[in-house]
């Protein structure tokens, strides 16, 4: 394996790792609207 497939694998590794963090934000954040829906404050 050359330096250059090897840069890219590890590339492929980094995107991954960080669009799955961002999907677990994002599912994470839709679990928390559920249970805590937003209610207009009485005054």
Known sequence: ???MDLGLQL???GL???FTVL???YLGI???VKLFP???EEK
């Open 1 to 3: 394996m050359s330096d």
């Open 11 to 13: 590339m492929a590794y």
């Open 16 to 18: 991954a790792g960080v």
């Open 23 to 25: 999907v677990l934000f």
């Open 30 to 32: 839709k679990l928390l």
């Open 38 to 40: 937003y209610k207009e």
